[in-house]
C-alpha cells in the first residue's frame, strides 16, 4: 500500500500535528509493504529529503526561514506550503499509484488532497487538528468565513474526516451537522516520556503548560497573572513556558510588569526530543486553553507523571479525571488557577495519587494503538477503491464483450459454422490436446527456470499442477481472481510468504512469453516479405515489434550511463523498478532462456496445436502465414478488454486470418473450437484447485 500524508508540519515545525507525523511514521516504518511520501515545510530556506525508513520519504520544501520561530506558521506562510506542495505532490502522483492520501489539517492540507480526488480519483483521509475547524481560533475568523463552504466540501469528499477528540468532533459538527466523523485520540511514546524523580528540584516549585506554539489562544497570561499571585505566598514558585510564538513578547511584557521575571523562565523553541527534562523536572502541569483539540503536551505531561490542571475544553474532557489524576478550572479566570495549584501543592499525597493515575492514562494511549486505528482506515479505503476500480474494468470488459459477440452474431453465418464443426475428425482434436498440454509443460518449465532463478524450490509436476490450475481460474473464473493471481500465490506461499519474488517470476513469464511470440511474428515474416509489405496490419506490426526489442536495447545501454539518474526521476517508480527487475534476470542469461522457451511453447502449444485444427479442415494457408497470423492473434486475445477475453479472440481470428484469405466461418469454428478444448484440458485442474481450496478453508 502507497500513501500519500500532506503536513505543513513537522519537527522541528509546528506543534502537536507534527509531533503526532512523527510518530505514526515511526510506527508505519515497522509495517512492511507499506510506502509514504510525505510533503511538509523545512526550518530554512532549502530543499531536504529525509527517510526514516527505505520506505518512507520526507519531503521537506523551502517555506520560509522559521529557525527563530519554529511554533508559529503565518497565514502567508501556509499559502506559499498550499501552493510549493500542491505543484511537488502532483509530480509525486504522476509518478507513484498512491492507494490515498491523508492530509493533516482540513485547510491547507486537505484542500491539495481534494484537489486529486477530482482529478486523479486518489480518496483521501482528513485529520481535524484544530485551527482547521471552523469558530476554533479567534485569530482566523475572517479565513473561516470565506473558506467554511469549502471546508464543508473537502469534508463531504473525504472517504473518512477524523477528529483527534470529542470537544474537536462537537465542534466540528456544528458547521455541518451531517457531517460523519470518527475520533481518533492522539498517543503518547510511553518509552520516551517517563517519569524521573530525581530531575525534580525539591526546594522549587515548578509549573509548566509544556511545550507548544505560544498564541492568545493557550491563555497563558491568566497563569501568569495566576503565578504572580502565588509567587507572593510561595517564593520558590517557577513557570517555565516551552515554546515560541506570536504571543511571546506580549506576555514576557505581562511577566515584566507584574514584577515576576524571576518567576517566569521563557524556555523557547526546543527539540521535541528535549522537552522531556522539562515535564520530568515539573510538579504540575496547567494548560488554561481557550480552545483545544487533543494536547499532545498534556498527553506527555501524562505519561511523565503530572498532575493536570485544565480548561475543560476538546481532548481534556477525555484526558482529566477531576480529582483523579487533575482539576478542571474556568476559561480566564487566574484566581481559580491559583486556587487548584494551591489544592495540589499543600496535599501531597493528593499529589502522588495523581501522578499515579496519570501514568495509568497515559499508558492506555500508546502511538502504536493509534498507528493500527489508521491502518485499520487505510486498509478498508485502499480495499473499497480497489473494488470500485475492479468492478468499473469489470462493466467495461462487459461492454466490450456484448458488442464483440453482437458483432459476431450480425457478421457471421452460423450455419456455416455448424458445418464446419460437424467436419471436424476426433483424431485430429486429439492431436491439439496432447500438443497443448506438451505446450503447458514446456511453459511451466520455463516458469520454474526463473523460480529457481528466485530461490524457489519445487518441483516440475507441482509447477504443472499450479499452471493448469490458472489456466482453468482463467477459463472459468475470470473476473474473480486471474490465473497470474493465482500463480504468484500459490509459488509465494509455497516459498514460506515470499510473494513479491513470486509475482516477479510471474511477470517476467508473461514478458518473455510476449516477446517469444514477437520474435514468431518476425521470423515467420521473412518467409513472406511480400504479404508482410503489401498489408498495412503487418507492415506497421513488424514495425512496432522491431521498436520494441530496439526500445529495449536503447534502455539498456541508457542505464549504464549518467543521464540514467535523470530519466529515473521522470518516469514512475513502477516502470523503474519493472526494468531493474528484467535486467537482474539478464545478468544471468536467465532471461534469454526464459525467451527461447516462450518463443518454443507459442510455436508448440499455441501455433502447431492449432495448426492440427487447420489441417482437419483442409483450410488452405501457408505454414508461414499461419504462424504469423496465429502469433498475432495470440498478443491481442491477451489483451484484457473483455470478460475472459470472449470475443475478441474470435474477431482476431477472423481479422488476422482474413489477411490471408480463410473464411471467417472457418476461423471462428476454429477459433470456438479451439478455446473449448483449452478448456477441456485445463478442466483436468479441478482436483488440484478443489484441494487447495479446502486447504485454504481449514485455515480461515
Given amino acids: 500500500m502507497r500513501i500519500l500524508i500532506l503536513n505543513y508540519e513537522y519537527p522541528p515545525l509546528g506543534g502537536g500535528a507534527g509531533n503526532a507525523t512523527f510518530y505514526l511514521l515511526k510506527e508505519f516504518s515497522k509495517i512492511p509493504d507499506l510506502y509514504i511520501d510525505l510533503v511538509t515545510s523545512s526550518a530554512d530556506k532549502k530543499y531536504h529529503l529525509e527517510k526514516l525508513d527505505e520506505r518512507i520519504n520526507i519531503h521537506k520544501l523551502p517555506i520560509s526561514d522559521k529557525s527563530e520561530n519554529l511554533h508559529f506558521q503565518t497565514e502567508k506562510d501556509l499559502l506559499i506550503y498550499s501552493w510549493k506542495a500542491y505543484f511537488y505532490a502532483r509530480k509525486l502522483v504522476r509518478k507513484n499509484h498512491y492507494d490515498l492520501s491523508h492530509s493533516f489539517f482540513g485547510v491547507p492540507c486537505g484542500f491539495i488532497s481534494w484537489r ?85 528540584e525539591k526546594d522549587k516549585i515548578v509549573i509548566t503548560p509544556g511545550a507548544s506554539r505560544i498564541t492568545s489562544r493557550k491563555g497563558l497570561k491568566y497563569l501568569i497573572e495566576a503565578i504572580a499571585t502565588l509567587s507572593k505566598k510561595y517564593p520558590n514558585i517557577l513557570l517555565e513556558i516551552i515554546g515560541s510564538g506570536d504571543e511571546k513578547d506580549k506576555l514576557e511584557e505581562l511577566a515584566f510588569n507584574l514584577g515576576i521575571t524571576n518567576k517566569v523562565n521563557f524556555v523557547g ?79 501531597p499525597e493528593l499529589m502522588e495519587k495523581m501522578s499515579k493515575k496519570s501514568i495509568e492514562i497515559a499508558q492506555s494511549l500508546s502511538w502504536k494503538k493509534v498507528a493500527e486505528q489508521y491502518l485499520g482506515f487505510y486498509k478498508r479505503i485502499a480495499e473499497e477503491k480497489k473494488t470500485n476500480e475492479k468492478n468499473k474494468k469489470l462493466f467495461l470488459k462487459f461492454l466490450v464483450a456484448v458488442g464483440f459477440i453482437g458483432w459476431l452474431l450480425y457478421r457471421i453465418n452460423w450455419k456455416e459454422v455448424l458445418f464446419y464443426f460437424k467436419q471436424m475428425d476426433i483424431w485430429w482434436m486429439f492431436c491439439f490436446v496432447f500438443i497443448y498440454a506438451i505446450g503447458i509443460g514446456i511453459s511451466s518449465y520455463k516458469w520454474k527456470i526463473l523460480a529457481n532463478f528466485k530461490g524457489f524450490s519445487i518441483k516440475l509436476r507441482e509447477l504443472f499442477k499450479i499452471y493448469l490450475t490458472g489456466a482453468f481460474i482463467n477459463n472459468f473464473f475470470p473476473s474473480i481472481i486471474g490465473g497470474d493471481a493465482y500463480r504468484s500465490y500459490m509459488l509465494g506461499k509455497t516459498g514460506k510468504g515470499r510473494y513479491m519474488e513470486a509475482t516477479s517470476t510471474v511477470l517476467i513469464d508473461r514478458i518473455t512469453g510476449f516477446a517469444g511470440v514477437m520474435l514468431l511474428i518476425l521470423v515467420s515474416s521473412l518467409f513472406n516479405l511480400k504479404a508482410v509489405f503489401g498489408n498495412k496490419i503487418l507492415l506497421i506490426t513488424n514495425a512496432l515489434i522491431i521498436a520494441f526489442f530496439v526500445g529495449n536495447f536503447l534502455i539498456a545501454i541508457l542505464r549504464k550511463m549518467i543521464i540514467w539518474n535523470y530519466v529515473k526521476k521522470i518516469l514512475p517508480e513502477k516502470i523503474t523498478k519493472m526494468i531493474q527487475e528484467i535486467l537482474s534476470y539478464q545478468k544471468h542469461e536467465i532471461l534469454f532462456k526464459s525467451l527461447f522457451w516462450g518463443a518454443f511453447f507459442n510455436f508448440l502449444g499455441v501455433g502447431l496445436a492449432t495448426w492440427m485444427l487447420f489441417l482437419d479442415l483442409h483450410i488452405p494457408i501457408s505454414f508461414a502465414n499461419f504462424m504469423i497470423a496465429i502469433s498475432i492473434i495470440s498478443i491481442v486475445s491477451s489483451i484484457p478488454v473483455s470478460i475472459g477475453n470472449i470475443g475478441i479472440k474470435e474477431w482476431a481470428f477472423i481479422t488476422f486470418f482474413g489477411i490471408f484469405g480463410v473464411n471467417g466461418e472457418a476461423a471462428i469454428s476454429i477459433a470456438i473450437f479451439g478455446r473449448f478444448l483449452q478448456m477441456l484440458v485445463s478442466f483436468f485442474a479441478i482436483p488440484f484447485y478443489l484441494k487447495e481450496k479446502k486447504d485454504r478453508d481449514k485455515i480461515i
Fill in 269 to 347: 523553541a526546543v527539540s521535541h526530543k528535549d522537552t522531556l527534562k522539562y515535564y520530568q523536572k515539573a510538579n504540575i502541569f496547567v494548560l488554561p486553553s481557550l480552545n483545544e483539540g487533543m494536547s499532545n503536551t498534556m498527553l506527555e505531561a501524562l505519561a511523565c507523571g503530572l498532575p493536570i490542571i485544565s480548561t475543560k475544553t476538546g481532548g481534556s474532557g477525555e484526558l482529566v479525571q477531576e480529582n483523579q489524576n487533575g482539576c478542571y478550572i474556568k476559561m480566564k479566570d487566574s484566581l481559580d488557577i491559583v486556587e487548584k495549584i494551591e489544592k495540589i501543592i499543600n496535599n
Fill in 116 to 200: 486529486f480526488f477530482k482529478k486523479h480519483k486518489i480518496p483521501y483521509v482528513i485529520s481535524l487538528r484544530g485551527a482547521d475547524v471552523p469558530r476554533y481560533a479567534e485569530r482566523f475568523v475572517f479565513v473561516y468565513r470565506v473558506l467554511t463552504p469549502l471546508i464543508k466540501k473537502i469534508w463531504k469528499d473525504a472517504s473518512e474526516v477524523i477528529a483527534n477528540s470529542q470537544g474537536l468532533k462537537d465542534l466540528a459538527l456544528k458547521s455541518n451537522p451531517k457531517q460523519k466523523i470518527n475520533i481518533i485520540c492522539n498517543g503518547v511514546d510511553t518509552q520516551e516520556f517517563k517519569p524521573d524523580d530525581f530531575s525534580k
